[in-house]
């Protein structure tokens, strides 16, 4: 069904089939290299075979197991990483002594990459649960924390004078003026934050669990079984990519004002 | 309200700006008497501080010199009494028309009362039927509008007015300079107004306060005496507006 405008393609094209004809073209050559014996088996096995490993791993409950089990720990991790990150970005970017108070202690502590503090956290905490949560927590924690700083400094003095000129007490201009206006950079934090968290929760359960997906990549390779490995990794990309989506769903949702407008006041 | 309340007194004000290559001079040896309830309307071309003086005026900054007192009050900082339309329409992007015109309610204000109110003054500068769109739904224009009608809800003594009209057409211009002034009357406040319409000035203004370049500084103050509405080409009206355009071209051979 031609559309105007489109070049004669339907916008179903450019938001359905285009973005599927790539990997669908990969999968293609993938299994027919695979089926001339160009890969060896016990190192990539062909795309036909992941899809069969993965219906059984899904008839048996244990994907699905492993995938809830990281699930929940990334949201325990993720809300205590986001909610801190929050409070403390609006703490330091509305009071000056609280940001030169603590700008020499973030400054410090964000170049370290999550994966350090891996072995940190299991010193401290052991390998059970906490410590996982926790470096979700850090994981989180950064990105959450910066946007929201920025974005609470960013508020347009402008509109600052507005309310200053209406005579509106501090916890109005708090509520309508600057966190409304620092709502999209803490999406932003939140959007990339729940992506690192993700992320992190596959990193740590490399190192130290007994269940969750990253767990049962670990274990499929001990036992040599790629297939398995490889729905791992699928499921890690095909999970994340739904929660960027529902992040991302999410924002539309709320953000009806921010839409079409493009420009505006960052 | 016609007392000495919304007489503004403005003595021997002078404002520098610290900039890094030392200090600007926009405002010096301002000196006015707004009586309650008068129109004033400030004249000059672009940067000799017109928005500075309102800013003053409206507590947004202080003078390096000299003193502004509304009534027989000192002005330290910004206040309700005095209502600021700023040169931009300064909507906040994330709340529609409708909220945004609220946002200029009183702390306290009933939700009725307020309701009503709000009605009232969004009808009032023609935005019936978009009070549920958002800024950028709506034209620059209408911004504007909005942004006057949010200055408008806590009915304040003094209204201070940076080019309202500089995004509207010319037939929305009039219509609004018509509004501006029945809503003047009808609150009896003082206004001072900021243009760039020589027009606009003598038909709205009781006194037309002419700037120089900077330092600004007040060339001429000429009080309009023709009764309203004015007529535009009556031949008093047309006197006072070449007497005004004279005034810009006698130092300067053009004029932007
Ligand atoms: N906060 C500030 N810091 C430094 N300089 C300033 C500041 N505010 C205004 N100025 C300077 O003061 C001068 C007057 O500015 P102002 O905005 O009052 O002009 P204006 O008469 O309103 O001009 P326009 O008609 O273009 O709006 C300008 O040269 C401007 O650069
Ligand atoms: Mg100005």
Redesign the pocket.
């Known amino acids: 069904m031609p559309s105007p405008g489109t070049n004669g393609k339907s916008p179903l094209f450019y938001r359905l089939v285009l973005p599927l004809l790539v990997p669908a073209l990969i999968l293609v050559v993938w299994q027919v290299l695979s089926d001339k014996g160009f890969f060896r088996t016990s190192i990539l096995p062909s795309p036909l075979v992941i899809a069969q490993t993965l219906q059984s791993l899904l008839a048996s409950g244990e994907l699905l197991g492993h995938l809830r089990t990281s699930l929940v720990r990334v949201f325990e991790g993720f809300a205590v990483g986001a909610i801190l990150g929050t409070v403390l970005g609006t703490l330091m970017g509305l009071s000056r002594f609280w940001d030169r108070a603590l700008s020499l202690v973030t400054g410090l502590l964000r170049p370290i990459p999550t994966i350090a503090w891996i072995p940190v956290l299991i010193l401290w905490m052991g390998i059970d649960e906490g410590s996982k949560v926790t470096v979700i927590a850090v994981g989180s924690f950064w990105p959450v924390f910066m946007n929201v700083l920025q974005g609470v400094k960013g508020t347009d003095p402008k509109y600052l004078e507005v309310a200053r000129v209406l005579e509106k007490n501090r916890w109005v201009v708090l509520s309508q003026v600057i966190l409304p206006s620092a709502l999209p950079s803490l999406f932003t934090g939140l959007r990339v934050g729940l992506g690192i968290a993700w992320a992190s929760v596959v990193g740590a359960e490399l190192i130290a669990a007994s269940s969750g997906i990253g767990y049962m990549i670990m274990y499929a390779r001990e036992v040599s079984q790629p297939d398995v490995m490889l729905v791992g990794v699928v499921t890690i990309g095909l999970t994340g990519l739904l929660m960027d989506f529902l992040v991302v769903q999410l924002e539309k949702r709320l953000f009806r004002w921010n839409q079409a407008a493009g420009e505006g006041s960052k | 309200m016609r007392d000495s309340r919304g007489s503004l007194h403005i003595q021997g004000v002078e404002k520098n ?1 610290a ?1 890094p290559q030392g200090d ?1 001079r ?1 405002l010096a040896g301002i000196d006015l008497e707004v009586a309650a309830g008068e129109f004033i309307v400030l004249v ?1 071309k ?7 003086l309102l800013r003053l005026i409206g507590g947004l900054e202080t003078p390096s010199r000299g003193e502004i007192r509304l009534g027989d009050k000192g002005i330290e900082g910004p206040g309700l009494e005095r209502g600021m339309v700023f ?1 931009e329409p300064r909507l906040f992007p994330w709340m529609t028309a409708w909220e945004n015109i609220a946002f200029g309610l009183r702390a306290g204000t009933e939700a009725k009362e307020g309701e009503a109110t709000v009605g009232k003054y969004l009808s009032l500068v023609g935005l019936s039927g978009f009070e549920g769109a958002y800024p950028h739904q709506i034209s620059g224009g209408m911004q504007q509008r909005a942004a006057l009608a949010r200055a408008l809800v806590s009915r304040p003594e003094v209204l201070l007015l940076d080019e309202p009209f500089g995004a509207l057409d010319a037939l929305t211009r009039i219509q609004m300079q018509l509004e501006i002034l029945r809503i003047w009357k009808e609150s009896k406040g003082t206004v001072i107004l900021v243009t ?1 319409d020589i027009d606009e000035a003598v038909f709205l203004g009781d006194r037309i306060a002419v700037m120089s370049d ?1 330092p600004g500084t007040f060339r001429d103050i000429l009080p309009v005496k023709l009764p309203r509405p004015r007529d535009r080409s009556s031949a008093p009206f047309v006197k006072i507006r070449r007497k005004i355009y004279n005034e810009f071209f006698h130092s300067t051979r053009k004029e932007g």
């Open positions: 700006f900039l600007l926009v000059g672009s940067g000799c501080g017109k928005s500075t040169q760039h900077r």
